[in-house]
């Protein structure tokens, strides 16, 4: 790999507040709290500012792709038969696939799945995921911020049970 692309998230915001940068990079897609947690441990700030931050980061998207995703492919639906094809058999597709086994699990399902702290899950995909299976706005909301909540709960420990690990063979 090219080392000009890697991601290297101190070199990247190495001229910016440790803080800051901790909420920007909470706001970028795959990386989201899961990248932002061990980057605010390695510039030293506390464990619960680090979560604060992260969890605060990782939200912002979450107002935008949620009031965005239904306006802009209604209105790419409008205009391009390709993209109303597209969505018709992806919304076709999915809720009857998925509608029934779901229909009363849907907003724990999707708090569970922002949760998991793994590639492609997390609060961008999770809000894909409530546009796709027509979960209301602020439930959708609510349930993403719970999600990511338990997110951070879960790297803030796991990073704090490794830096003790660390120590603890490091002498």
Same mark, same amino acid.
Request: proline share 5%; glycine share 18%; aromatic share 10%.
């Given at each position: 790999m090219n080392p000009q692309f890697a991601l290297n998230w101190a070199n990247w915001f190495s001229n +910016?507040?440790?803080y800051m940068a901790t909420f920007l990079i909470a706001?970028?897609?795959i990386?989201?709290?899961r990248g932002a947690i061990p980057y605010a441990w390695s510039v030293d700030i506390p464990w619960w500012q680090a979560y604060l931050i992260a969890v605060a980061g990782n939200m912002v998207p979450v107002f935008f792709i949620l009031w965005l995703l239904k306006p802009v492919s209604k209105w790419l639906m409008e205009r391009s +038969?390709?993209?109303d094809r597209f969505f018709n058999w992806l919304f076709d597709r999915t809720r009857r696939k998925l509608e029934k086994k779901y229909e009363v699990y849907a907003e724990i399902a999707l708090a569970a799945f922002v949760a998991i702290p793994l590639p492609?899950?997390?609060a961008w995909?999770?809000?894909v995921a409530a546009f796709v299976f027509d979960i209301p706005y602020r439930k959708a909301l609510l349930w993403i911020f719970i999600g990511v909540l338990t997110a951070g709960v879960i790297v803030t420990a796991v990073m704090g049970t490794s830096v003790g690990v660390f120590r603890?063979?490091?002498?």
């Open positions: +910016v507040n440790g706001m970028i897609p990386a989201e709290l +038969v390709l993209f492609v899950t997390g995909t999770g809000s603890v063979f490091k002498g």
